[in-house]
């Protein structure tokens, strides 16, 4: 199982737990997330079921962000010790919308990491989650 060497260097990160229940209180509203230059943030999911689809549509400013997925199990393995489901990718978010989906093929955690590490620039993410069953 790969590790996320990248989280375990940057000086701080901002943690969001999410339930499904949480996200469904969101609508078809927006939210927003600021990521420190530096620094990343993580959207942690918990699916208690497996089946439903975990839908993401990001963008940001001024500049790019890096993006990935990750699983766990349990919240007693560290994320750092993740299952990389979407490697880190660099993504032009402030030139287009990205979007994409996943399967929940298993119960656990599923991590959404922001990462800002490599940028000189606070970056300011607008971000809907969307989970169907």
Excluded at 86 to 92: A, E, F
Excluded at 98 to 114: A, M, S, W
């Amino acid at each position: 199982m790969p590790t996320l060497p990248l989280l375990s260097g940057c000086v701080s990160r901002l943690v969001v737990p999410l339930s499904i229940e949480d996200i469904a209180l969101f609508g078809d509203g927006s939210r927003e997330l600021f990521v420190k230059s530096s620094c990343y943030s993580v959207i942690t999911i918990a699916v208690v079921d497996c089946g439903p689809t975990v839908s993401w549509v990001f963008s940001s400013e001024p500049k790019s962000i890096s993006f990935s997925v990750v699983y766990r199990e349990t919240a007693d393995v560290p994320v750092e010790q993740s299952k990389v489901l979407i490697p880190l990718t660099r993504c032009n978010s402030h030139k287009e919308t990205i979007q994409g989906q996943l399967k929940v093929r298993n119960p656990g955690l599923y991590t959404l990491i922001f990462d800002n590490s490599f940028s000189r620039y606070d970056t300011l993410h607008t971000f809907i989650i969307i989970i169907t069953l």
